[in-house]
């Protein structure tokens, strides 16, 4: 069965590399899965194809108005853009985004029909001290509180290990695959619905048959290794 594999451009490529990218996506990029690439905004209007779907890094909080820098949920839909990245480990980080920041960026994107990837992780310290599973559990009940059922079943979610992000260490199958049911679980649970779970952190075409074995694992979330187009097709075909 096709999964969902979503490259994460972060802050990278500039305008002079986009032509290049793209040429070599539809030179290379098989049909094996369902693509969705998330470039920087800039560039967004520059990558269309039949062969991947469109997503953007962050939405803003509001809607269209004196808002400067911000990039509305309707200004993405009219860009033909079907997924957005929420809740990133980096913006939870280094932009200081919180639950509360994190929701209203869920609702933008349910109330403009956008498909949001919302990310959730552990640190290392967490992971040192067993308290994977109970960070885990925290951040998705405080974060998916209060939407209904409908919206929460267009939900995917990325596990991304913040200790795994860019730094070529991942964790094993076995870890992998029980977070993954933990956190199908827990939806299930407190919401009756069945969402698809992504993995993400350091994504190599070195670690790919090790990824391939996670039975429950719906696809994958890649940053660095989506910035080469012929690297990130490689994945695709491997995966
Ligand atoms: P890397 O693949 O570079 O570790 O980044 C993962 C990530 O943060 C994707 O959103």
Not at 13 to 40: A, Q, R
Request: hydrophobic residues 35%; contains cysteine; negative net charge.
């Amino acid at each position: 069965m096709k999964k969902l594999v979503v490259a994460n451009h972060k802050a990278n490529l500039s305008m002079s590399d986009i032509g290049d990218y793209i040429f070599n996506i539809n030179t290379n990029l098989s049909d094996k899965h369902n693509i969705v690439i998330c470039p920087s905004y800039i560039h967004i209007p520059f990558f269309t194809s039949e062969k991947f779907e469109l997503g953007a890094q962050d939405v803003s909080i509001y809607d269209n108005g004196s808002y400067t820098g911000e990039v509305t949920s309707e200004q993405l839909k009219s860009s033909n853009v079907k997924y957005v990245i929420v809740g990133h480990s980096e913006r939870r980080e280094l932009f200081d985004e919180k639950e509360n920041i994190i929701k209203l960026k869920l609702k933008q994107c349910f109330k403009n029909d956008l498909i949001p990837i919302l990310c959730v992780g552990e640190t290392k310290d967490d992971k040192l001290s067993n308290r994977t599973s109970q960070v885990l559990r925290r951040t998705l009940l405080e974060t998916l509180n209060g939407f209904s059922k409908e919206d929460l079943s267009k939900l995917v979610i990325a596990y991304e290990p913040i200790w795994s992000i860019g730094t070529g260490i991942t964790p094993t199958i076995k870890e992998i695959e029980e977070i993954i049911s933990f956190i199908k679980d827990i939806i299930r649970s407190a919401y009756k619905v069945d969402v698809k779970v992504l993995y993400g952190g350091s994504v190599k075409e070195e670690n790919i048959d090790k990824l391939k074995e996670v039975g429950n694992l719906d696809g994958l979330l890649i940053g660095g290794a989506s910035n080469n187009a012929i690297t990130f097709s490689k994945i695709v075909d491997l995966f």
